[in-house]
Nanobody, 130 residues
Framework: QVELQESGGGSVEPGGSLRLSCAVSGDLGERPCLGWFRQAPGKEREGVAYHNWGILTSYRDSVKGRFAVSQDSDKSTVDLQITNVQPEDSGMYYC????????????????????????WGQGTRVTVAS
């Protein structure tokens, strides 16, 4: 059974940085698509970065240059590094997975919708405030 668990959320001032981690376990398949999402109060959940398992990461335009995904060598964690955080970055952050064998084309912000991701963590909250 696939399990995902986010951690690393907290409060940060604008311009600061934060690193979120997604611990993964279970059989995700040969090349899963691992997505990072966020949801602000009153807004729909949106994908911010989709990682095609060590090959390529696709980012939402609004976070390009500030968000970066990395994966540990043992593939047990996928981190989201957030720099120069902005108030609009506040919200609950989730990691989610599409298991199996995917491609960089398939695992892209423009190609996938939120409902395509079947396995979800519980989320970790990020609060950006002065």
């Amino acid at each position: 059974q696939v399990e995902l668990q986010e951690s690393g959320g907290g409060s940060v001032e604008p311009g600061g940085s934060l690193r979120l981690s997604c611990a993964v376990s279970g059989d995700l398949g040969e090349r899963p698509c691992l997505g990072w999402f966020r949801q602000a109060p009153g807004k729909e959940r949106e994908g911010v970065a989709y990682h095609n398992w060590g090959i390529l990461t696709s980012y939402r335009d609004s976070v390009k240059g500030r968000f970066a995904v990395s994966q540990d060598s043992d593939k047990s964690t996928v981190d989201l590094q957030i720099t120069n955080v902005q108030p609009e970055d506040s919200g609950m952050y989730y990691c989610a997975a599409i298991t199996g064998f995917t491609s960089s084309w398939y695992c892209s912000i423009s190609s996938r919708k939120t409902s395509d991701f079947r396995n979800w963590g519980q989320g970790t909250r990020v609060t950006v405030a002065s």
